[in-house]
Structure formats: C-alpha cells, structure tokens
C-alpha cells in the first residue's frame, strides 16, 4: 500500500450536473476529509471517520477552507500570457496588432520554455490544474509546454496551432506541414504521462480549406484526440468567414464540410450561432466552451448560456487567456455570473462551480479522471479560502449556507483565496 494522506476541510464536489438537478447535485461536507493514495483519491466523506478509519495516514488540516476540484480551464492561448490585458482593440486588429508579433516570438525555444513555465506556475497559484491550450504555429511551442507540464505532473492537453493564411509571413505554415508537424507531434506526446495532444486548427480565416481538409484527415486519423477551433466570436469575423467560405451554409459548416465537426470538438466562444449551427452541435454532442472575460474583454457578445443548457449542450467554461483579462477561473465564474444577469438569467453558484471543474473536465472528455471528488478520480486539488479578504471575510460571515459562503469568493476571489493545490496528490511548492 502507497503513502497515504488525509485532508481535511469542507469538501464539494458534484455526482450530477446542477443545470439539471439543482444545486442538490453537489457534494458538501462541512467537516469532510479527502483521502489520497498514489495520485488518486481514495476516499471521500466525514473527516473524523476517515481519521478514525485511516490512523496512519498523513493528515493536512486546512480547518474552515473548502477543499475543491481543481478548476478546468478548457480554452486557453499559454503564448499569450506576455500579452494579457493589453488595450484597446477588437478581435481582427487584436490579433494583429498584439497577438501575432508575441506568438513570433516563439519561434525561440527559450522563449516558450520561459513564458511556459511561467504561465503554469500562474495557472498552478490560481487554483488551476488542467488546461487546453493553444500553442503557437512552432512545434517548439509545443514541446515547451508539454515539458513544463511534464515537469509539474499536471494532465494538460494542447497542439500546435495551424495557419496558413491571413497571418504575418514568420507565423504561417502550410497544409502540407500543419499535418505532418501535427502528427508528428500527436504521435509523440499523446498519451504521454498525462498530456493529450489537441488537433488546433486556430480557425476558418486563418487556414485555406485545404489546410482544414488536412487536419480533418489527421482527426479522422485519431478520433480519440480532441480537436480545438474558435467559431462565432465576433460578428465582423463572421462576415470575413462568409466571403472567405462563400458556398459554406454558415460558420460551423467551414468545418463540417472538412471533417472538423465532431463529438471530441472544442468551440471556442459560440456566441452568435445559427439555429442550423446551434442544432448540429448538439446533435453531434460537441463542446462550447464560454469564455466571459474575454468576451467582454474584446467586446465580442454574451453568450447564452441559459438557451443553449436548456438544449442539452455540452458547455465547458475557460479564461480564454490572453484575449480573456485573468487567469483565475474564480474572476471567470464571476464574470459569467455577470453576462447570465445581462441575458436575464441568474447562474446558481453550484453551476459556477461546477462548470469551472466536472462541467469543463466533461467538455474536455476527461470527466471520468478529473473535475470532481469521488474514490479512484486523480486527487487534483485546490484549497479555498472563503475569508482570503476583509470584504469577502465581512460578507461571508453573513451566510447562511454553503452557497452563500462561496458566493462572495467567486465574485471579489482572486489567488489570494487560493489556500493550496495539489497535483495527482502532491502539494504545489509556489502556493501559500
Ligand atoms: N480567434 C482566433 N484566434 C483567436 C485568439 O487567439 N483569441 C481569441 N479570443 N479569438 C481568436
Ligand atoms: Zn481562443
């Protein structure tokens, strides 16, 4: 029997999804125990009996803080990281006036070895366990965050991001070698430890359709790999898209027609979606994934989350990081908290929760490993503290109820209310 650790806390987690059960669909103890054997959680429920139970296991007591599955990020550009919060422009002049000239740089391995570590270790400090990222056009872009992943042990997927038109001479690749990087790249880290590779066309604009045409062959290739695009962030791409595309039936078609739609597709952002589009995607059982900050952030629009739950879609939630304003999926929940109010709809916090965690590790298709607290799930972690400041601590002080003590951290929260984390069982070193 490996090394044994109990923590102790509050503990939530999920066995259902509160968008179809409610909040009941959560898992809380007050007085609750986590134990952990070789990376997994071996136990979950009442913090005494699993003391009682376990007397030679390692305790970790973090008293009145609420242990949690560490949060999904399931859309995130890691190049982007050195160019966050920068002001002033929409999505097209965005990419082309900060985006572009960042992710050349990462044509120098060294480059993307530092700004890879760096923005795990920001992930790591904010709660984050798993993300999806986008990579630049370079495979060393790849191998940096792959290897920095590796390094820390944490599950992240990611892939080399493919364009071969209508982007800067140093930043395009061709059809020919978007395939053969990609797979070369898929074959040799996919399933490794517990990284996945992710086929990454960035999306319709940038790539000619036989550079789609390529990348859907290689997902035809490994349909178990997931495939990560962008689509219906902004309605001035929308109209690039249809006259780049001009025989497509709408947006969701440039891909459909390419091999691109599927089951194991991520679609970044899905905000202004045709009836068509809205049908197909749920019908294949793809995944949207709502990125609020930057939504709002590069004045794309507010997606509907409430329309598109109600029609059974399988939705995850990210940062979008650098087009997104923070790392913390805590500032993430709140602003998607904040677009649900604009759209007339108040999102409970137990779907905040659960979307920041089981909802994205669902959308990623790892919902079976990661996203919430049940015995054989990998123990990642984060630990929250639900007083990390004055006025958190004076507004929670007031509640009568889980929910109404997690409510203050979502909405004011950042990595100050970030106790701890933990990576397949073990402590992250750079958190409190
Ligand atoms: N659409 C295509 N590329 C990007 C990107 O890097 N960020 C965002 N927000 N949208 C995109
Ligand atoms: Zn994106």
Request: charged residues 20%; hydrophobic residues 45%; contains cysteine.
């Amino acid at each position: 029997m490996g090394d044994t650790t109990l923590l102790l806390g509050q503990t939530l987690g999920f066995d259902g999804d509160p968008f179809a059960d409610g909040p009941a669909a959560a898992r809380h103890h007050t007085h609750g125990g986590v134990l952990i054997r070789d990376g997994r959680i071996a136990d979950v429920g009442d913090g005494a009996t699993l003391r009682a139970d376990h007397p030679d296991a390692r305790v970790i007591d973090h008293g009145a803080a609420l242990i949690s599955p560490g949060f999904v990020d399931a859309h995130v550009h890691y190049p982007q990281t050195a160019i966050i919060a920068s002001w002033g422009k929409r999505l097209i002049d965005w990419l082309n006036s900060y985006t572009f000239p960042e992710e050349a740089r990462f044509a120098d391995p060294d480059h993307a070895a530092m700004i890879a570590a760096r923005y795990l270790d920001l992930v790591l400090a904010n709660g984050t366990t798993t993300v999806a990222s986008y990579c630049t056009i370079h495979p060393a872009s790849v191998e940096a965050l792959f290897t920095a992943a590796q390094a820390r042990g944490m599950r992240v997927a990611a892939g080399k991001t493919c364009m071969d038109r209508n982007a800067p001479d140093d930043l395009r690749d061709t059809a020919q070698s978007a395939y053969d990087d990609s797979r070369a790249l898929l074959r040799k880290w996919h399933g490794v430890d517990r990284l996945s590779y992710v086929i990454t066309p960035r999306f319709s604009p940038t790539s000619s359709p036989d550079q789609l045409q390529a990348l859907g062959a290689l997902w035809a290739e490994h349909p178990d790999c997931l495939m990560q695009t962008h689509l219906s962030e902004q309605v001035d791409e929308i109209a690039w898209v249809r006259s780049l595309y001009p025989q497509a039936r709408d947006y969701l078609d440039t891909y459909e027609a390419h091999g691109l739609l599927g089951a194991n597709g991520l679609y970044g952002h899905a905000i202004h979606l045709e009836p068509r589009e809205r049908e197909r995607l749920a019908e294949v059982d793809a995944a949207l994934i709502h990125c609020p900050t930057s939504n709002t952030f590069i004045g794309s629009g507010l997606f509907d989350m409430a329309g598109l739950m109600a029609q059974g879609q399988r939705i995850g939630l990210a940062t979008d990081t650098g087009g997104g304003s923070s790392f913390s999926m805590l500032r993430t929940m709140a602003a998607a908290y904040e677009v649900g109010q604009l759209r007339g709809h108040a999102l409970h916090p137990a779907q905040l929760w659960w979307l920041a965690t089981a909802g994205s590790a669902r959308a990623l298709r790892m919902g079976d490993r990661i996203g919430t607290l049940a015995p054989g799930f990998e123990a990642d972690l984060t630990v929250i503290d639900l007083a990390s400041t004055p006025a958190i601590a004076q507004r929670a002080a007031q509640a009568d109820d889980l929910w109404q003590a997690l409510f203050p951290t979502i909405m004011m929260g950042d990595d100050r209310a970030i106790a701890a984390t933990y990576v397949a069982g073990r402590p992250v070193a750079s958190v409190k």
